[in-house]
């Protein structure tokens, strides 16, 4: 039995926070020619945050309904 995803597991709302932030620092350098790989580099970062908790919470998942 799989953990719904709308049930928040403490700490994890840490990986959204980060989320935001990498968000809010995106085009940082508009007047720049690098804003598009600066915005690549931010949207890889976010991914990998993303991966990192997805793999988190079904290690967690495992543990609890085992």
């Known amino acids: 039995m799989a953990l719904p995803k709308n049930i928040p597991l403490f700490g994890f709302e ?3 926070e980060m989320e935001m932030e990498l968000e809010n620092v995106k085009n940082i ?3 720049s020619n690098n804003n598009d790989s600066y915005n690549a ?3 890889l ?3 990998k945050i993303k991966e990192f908790s997805e793999k988190k919470r079904a290690d967690i998942e495992d543990k609890i309904w085992d």
């Open 45 to 47: 970062c976010i991914e």
């Open 14 to 16: 840490i990986f959204k």
């Open 29 to 31: 350098f508009s007047y």
């Open 41 to 43: 580099v931010v949207d």
